[in-house]
Nanobody
């Protein structure tokens, strides 16, 4: 059974950095595009970014560009979201996602994690 488990969230100060990890199991990780979405208070779920199954291409949402980096370690079945220069507006539940296409919307996602909370104080 496919499973994605996020870790690394917590309470941080504005300007801090956070590294989120997504541990995957139950599917062929190396064949899947991996990515991240987030849902902020009072907002719809937003695309953060993704990395292709080859690891050769990445794509980021506007709010992530220049600050966030997605990577993957296929030998460990792990995807990572490195977030730098965090702002209060980044406060959200962050969700790991997996799919067989280069998704930029929820429609391309096959598997979801349960999410991890990141809270950025002023």
């Amino acid at each position: 059974q496919a499973l994605l488990v996020e870790s690394g969230g917590g309470l941080v100060q504005a300007g801090d950095s956070v590294r989120l990890s997504c541990a995957a199991s139950g599917f062929d990780f190396s064949d899947y595009t991996m990515g991240w979405f987030r849902r902020a208070p009072g907002k719809d779920r937003e695309f953060v970014g993704r990395i292709s199954w080859t690891g050769t291409t990445t794509y980021y949402g506007d709010s992530a560009k220049g600050r966030f980096t997605i990577s993957r370690e296929d030998a460990k079945n792990t995807a990572t979201l490195q977030m730098n220069s965090l702002e209060p507006e980044d406060t959200a539940v962050y969700y790991c996602a997996a799919g067989r296409i280069l998704f930029r919307t929820e429609g391309g996602v096959e598997y979801w994690g349960q999410g991890t909370q990141v809270t950025v104080s002023s």
